[in-house]
């Protein structure tokens, strides 16, 4: 959708497409029923996030969260948290047992998410940034190792 790409490029550095969490994306469609908007009552587009499936370590599939972002006019309505709040929700009810992002920890932590030790993102991420939240009891517990493109 056209305004979701004008939004993440408006709310995001213009080398956005550039991260190792993109190269993770490329060629994979996102969870349709994790991707959500939040339109005003006009129908304008004030926040969008997007839900991607991946794999980590061995055999473990995951959901990365993100991008997520809210128009500038819009920022501080909560709209953000919203949004993330939906997507946990969500997730839960389709079964998911773990959901990570690349962001910072102490806006997400809010949400329930902590830094994931040995979950490693592409290069040059940086690991302190590297962030996940149970879906189930212990969804991360022995989760470990390269985060790839689902198989």
């Known amino acids: 959708m056209w305004e979701v790409e004008a939004l993440f490029d408006l709310s995001f550095a213009p080398g956005r497409t550039a991260l190792s969490s993109y190269r993770l994306r490329d060629g994979v469609p996102p969870v349709a029923p994790l991707c959500l908007v939040i339109r005003d009552e006009g129908g304008i587009l004030g926040g969008a996030i997007r839900v991607w499936p991946v794999r980590v370590g061995d055999a473990h599939d995951a959901l990365l969260l993100g991008p997520v972002a809210v128009h500038p006019t819009r920022q501080g309505e909560g709209?953000?948290?919203?949004?993330?709040?939906?997507?946990?929700?969500?997730?839960?009810?389709?079964?998911?047992?773990?959901?990570?992002?690349?962001?910072?920890?102490?806006?997400?932590?809010?949400?329930?998410?902590?830094?994931l030790d040995g979950v490693e993102m592409p290069p040059p991420t940086n690991p302190d940034r590297v962030l996940g939240c149970d879906l189930v009891p212990g969804g991360w517990e022995g989760v470990t190792g390269p985060v790839t493109r689902p198989v």
Do not use: H, K, N, T
Request: no cysteine; net charge positive.
């Open 79 to 115: 709209l953000g948290a919203q949004l993330i709040r939906e997507v946990i929700a969500r997730a839960r009810a389709m079964g998911a047992s773990r959901l990570m992002l690349v962001g910072d920890a102490p806006y997400y932590g809010r949400f329930g998410f902590d830094r």
